[in-house]
């Protein structure tokens, strides 16, 4: 077990993923040497290589688009959106193409990917930094939504995101990101998608929440 933070658990959660299955690539705005804008990928690109861990303009719609492409090839490509805020520009892809696919084309095509996205507010980020769109693409169809609120939820979840044969957006709380520390397993585990976890059990009341707002 390792002693690990919610960035820690999901840089683990890569490396992993992309040891095991050479299909498993990332793309985003400054995820390859400078390890992102929260260092999320910090070490991937020495590691991997740039052609497993690629360095994209800035243009959201773009990588999304390109994302979709390498999916439906046989590929399972993790894009990243630096921020929750700049998902608008990439909307048009990931509701009408990358949830859609399936059913556009009968199951011909699918499309395994997974699009990781800091989200939330409460780290007193400026205007496109702070938007929490998890029930706008929730209510999409074809799309599944998965947002940690642990470190342990994080690896697991993302393995099993990336293991999807169908998009999801993988919601990362930016406010936790190193907020606390949890033990984790080194070994490779997955965590169901869609079944909730149970914090604490009670007779007289459910509170459903997630993201930071589990630990808050």
Wanted: charged share 20%; proline share 8%.
């Amino acid at each position: 077990m390792a002693n690990l933070t919610l960035v820690q658990a999901i840089n683990l959660a890569l490396i992993q993923e992309m040891e095991l299955d050479d299909r498993v690539m990332l793309l985003g705005e400054d995820i390859g040497p400078n390890g992102g804008v929260f260092r999320v990928t910090d070490g991937l690109h020495a590691r991997f290589g740039g052609d497993r861990v690629v360095d994209t303009p800035l243009a959201e719609s773009g990588i999304i688009g390109t994302a979709i492409g390498l999916a439906m090839a046989g590929l399972r490509p993790i894009p990243e959106i630096q921020f929750e805020g700049f998902l608008g520009p990439a909307y048009d892809q990931i509701t009408t193409h990358a949830g859609r696919m399936r059913t556009r084309t009968r199951g011909a095509f699918t499309v395994p990917l997974t699009i990781r996205v800091p989200v939330g507010g409460g780290i007193h980020a400026p205007e496109l930094h702070s938007d929490s769109p998890e029930a706008i693409y929730a209510h999409h169809p074809g799309l599944k939504v998965v947002m940690p609120a642990s470190p342990y939820d994080a690896k697991g979840l993302l393995i099993s995101a990336i293991r999807d044969p169908d998009p999801v957006i993988y919601f990362e709380p930016k406010r936790i990101y190193r907020a606390f520390r949890e033990e984790v397993p080194e070994d490779e585990y997955t965590i169901p998608i869609g079944e909730a976890r149970v914090v604490t059990e009670g007779e007289e009341m459910t509170i459903i929440s997630w993201g930071a707002t589990v630990v808050q």
